[in-house]
């Protein structure tokens, strides 16, 4: 009923940029939160960055101040733009929505299918 389709991973070397993007489809009613998470090889999964409706965002210490969360609430879309990256920052990146749909009272959760980030030396 819903999909989150992420984009935007890719190669690039240490201390450069990329942009990701996420974007929900489906009988949408209410997006309650939007994540960023990533698993890199042999660690579990880990929450990078976040934003609530309204706006409210929040950041792992590793990414602060070299990433930004953002919403756009007319494209049901997040992005995560991350600069200064750092070879530790390879990992795959899910896309992590909580979503009311249109015919229930409660949020349900929803994950996108990975995109790769690998920083180079």
């Known amino acids: 009923q819903v999909k989150l389709v992420e984009s935007g991973g890719g190669l690039v070397q240490a201390g450069g940029s990329l942009r990701l993007s996420c974007a929900a489809s489906?009988?949408?009613?209410?997006?309650?939160?939007m994540d960023w998470y990533r698993q890199a090889p042999g660690k579990q999964r880990e929450l990078v960055a976040g934003?609530?409706?309204?706006?409210?965002?929040k950041y792992a210490d590793s990414v602060k101040g070299r990433f930004t969360i953002s919403g756009d609430n007319a494209k049901s879309t997040v992005y995560l733009q991350m600069n200064s990256l750092k070879i530790e920052d390879t990992a795959v990146y899910y896309c992590?929505?909580?979503?009311?749909?249109?015919?229930?009272?409660?949020?349900?959760?929803?994950w996108g299918q990975g995109t790769q980030v690998t920083v180079s030396s």
């Open positions: 992590h929505a909580n979503i009311q749909l249109w015919d229930t009272t409660i949020g349900i959760d929803y």
């Open positions: 934003i609530i409706s309204g706006g409210v965002t």
């Open positions: 489906g009988r949408i009613h209410r997006i309650n939160a």
